[in-house]
């Protein structure tokens, strides 16, 4: 399996489990010059962007997904967000905005276990 098959089977897992908690998916692999977003949620008056990240276990020992997310893709994510929101037409005094991460490792059954963190990184950056 590629990296890119992967990556999606991982990205199903995360759009199914939000699902299954009441989020109804508006968007996924959302493309502009510079950025991608994986996944664009919605759960009652909040928009998540979902960006998703992870890997094999049996290729990384100890670790989590999350190490993978630095301030320049931090950066892309965002101005990615802004774009998609401008294009969508979404007003943000009726929608909060979040910034979660998925971050999903396969285990040795070829499960994924999954870290799910809901507001991440704000506009500005910081964790």
Known sequence: MNTRQYGAQ???FTAKWLEERG???L???FFMRGGELDII???EDTIAFVEVRSWDRTFWDGGTPLETIGPEKIKHIIKTALYYIQKKRICL???NIRFDVAALVRNGSGDFEM?????????DGSH
């Open 93 to 95: 005094q009726t929608y």
């Open 41 to 43: 949620a919605q759960i």
């Open 27 to 29: 968007d996924r692999n």
């Open 115 to 123: 870290d799910y963190l809901e507001a991440a990184f704000d506009t």
């Open 23 to 25: 989020y109804t998916i």
């Open 10 to 12: 991982a990205e199903e």
